[in-house]
């Protein structure tokens, strides 16, 4: 069992940016791809970036060029840092881990304003 618990949500102007974290508790948390998705109310929970074990990150289109996802193996922990953000970015994020099971984090709300 892997629990998740994001942080870093919150309200901001179009163009600003956000950081979010996600801190993982379990000891193989190295090995895990590990994943931030989103869901704005109304639409299907989407893919906005992963990462492997390895660190190399992948990214929907939409964010590319934008976000930028990391991974701190010794602290457990995968980052999603997210500039110019726009309206369109509004959204619950999802921490997510994946080797052989899939866990979720709770989610947190990111809130851009225009």
């Known amino acids: 069992q892997v629990q998740l618990v994001e942080s870093g949500g919150g309200s901001v102007q179009s163009g600003g940016s956000l950081r979010l974290s996600c801190a993982a508790s379990?000891?193989?948390?190295?090995?895990?791809?590990m994943g931030w998705y989103r869901q704005a109310p109304g639409k299907q929970r989407e893919l906005v970036a992963s990462?492997?074990?390895?660190?190399?990150?992948n990214y929907a289109n939409s964010v590319k060029g934008r976000f930028t996802i990391s991974r701190d193996n010794a602290k457990n922990t995968v980052n999603l840092q997210m500039n110019s953000l726009r309206p369109e970015d509004t959204a619950v994020y999802y921490c997510n881990a994946r080797m052989i099971l899939i866990y979720w984090g709770q989610g947190t709300q990111v809130t851009v304003s225009s």
């Open positions: 990462i492997t074990s390895g660190g190399s990150p």
């Open positions: 379990s000891d193989i948390f190295s090995r895990y791809v």
